[in-house]
């Protein structure tokens, strides 16, 4: 993306990670084999935790950029149309021939869920992907789902050095780990982040600490600043050895995919504005409150 005079424009945020389609299935009744159950809702929309996290970010008001992977399909349009009307770079988003785009599908009951993902693409990212000469536009770089992107597993720590040495700060959601190790080189990843943004299930996974604070604070001896999200019980904050906590705003939940997501965009607008952590956390509540509102986790923002 340039500017009148031909000069590539300035961006607060590169996002790489993970892009692809979520089909939400609302009020699903459990499956069973050799049986159809019928469901109340549907809604086929941007999904890929890195994704929603850009897009919301984008209408925030945040110039961001991403990279990531897409197959050169109907759901890979799909989803580089939903980020161009949002107004997001997507110089380096790339299509992939004979390949096929990530999909996960959300089966949904009041706030519970549960998921089945088709990688695709969606594992397919690599830290050349991610040039320095384009996050030199930038100030910060976030990366989501890294559970997910397989390729990026040894790579990760050096992408995020390499941030660091351009002068950017970098945040880092893992989401959860379909193969439940809970390790694929994060912990050499995460002391090169400087916020972490786990939610209570994966910060206990991760930690083997059933007590929040205790997770939080072993996570701390890695990473400057940890974000755990606690859903409707707000979220948890620990820095420099102190903790506290921010509530939950009192909503009527819709549909619950990419609240998290969501909370990531509000928490680093207020960060990229010079907010303090008590700050960002309630903007990153306040963002979370409104994703539950409507299906889909880049509807509501």
């Not at 439940?180 to 209570?200: V, Y």
């Not at 604070?217 to 940890?226: F, N, Q, S």
């Not at 700050?279 to 509807?299: F, N, Q, S």
Request: with cysteine; hydrophobic share 40%; glycine share 10%.
């Amino acid at each position: 993306m340039r500017t009148e005079s031909g000069r590539e424009r300035p961006l607060d945020v590169v996002v790489a990670g993970e892009a692809n389609a979520d089909l939400i299935l609302r009020e699903s009744p459990p499956l069973e084999l050799e049986q159809e159950k019928l469901v109340e809702d549907m809604a086929l929309t941007l999904g890929g935790s890195s994704a929603i996290t850009a897009y919301n970010l984008a209408r925030l008001g945040v110039r961001v950029g991403f990279v990531g992977v897409i197959g050169d399909d109907f759901l890979g349009r799909m989803v580089e149309e939903r980020l161009r009307e949002a107004g997001i770079d997507v110089s380096h988003l790339r299509r992939l021939k004979r390949a096929k785009t990530g999909i996960t599908v959300w089966h949904t009951r009041g706030r519970r869920r549960a998921g089945a993902t088709y990688l695709g693409t969606i594992q397919e990212l690599r830290a050349s992907y991610v040039p320095s000469s384009y996050m030199a536009r930038a100030r910060h770089l976030h990366v989501g789902a890294y559970f997910l992107l397989k390729r990026l597993h040894g790579e990760a720590a050096a992408l995020f050095r390499r941030a660091h040495r351009l002068g950017l700060t970098t945040s880092l959601d893992c989401n959860y780990d379909p193969a439940e190790r809970w390790d694929s080189q994060l912990k050499e990843t995460l002391a090169a982040t400087d916020i972490f943004l786990p939610n209570e299930q994966e910060a206990r996974m991760i930690t083997g600490r059933r007590d929040l604070q205790a997770a939080a604070a072993e996570l701390g001896k890695l990473v400057r600043i940890v974000v755990i999200k606690c859903g409707s019980r707000g979220a948890l904050v620990w820095s420099g050895g102190r903790v506290f906590r921010v509530p939950a705003l009192r909503v009527r939940a819709v549909e619950t995919t990419g609240a998290g997501d969501s909370f990531n965009a509000g928490f680093l607008a207020r960060f990229l504005e010079g907010g303090d952590l008590h700050e960002c956390a309630r903007a990153g509540v306040r963002a979370g409150a409104r994703a539950v509102r409507r299906p889909g986790g880049a509807a509501a923002l």
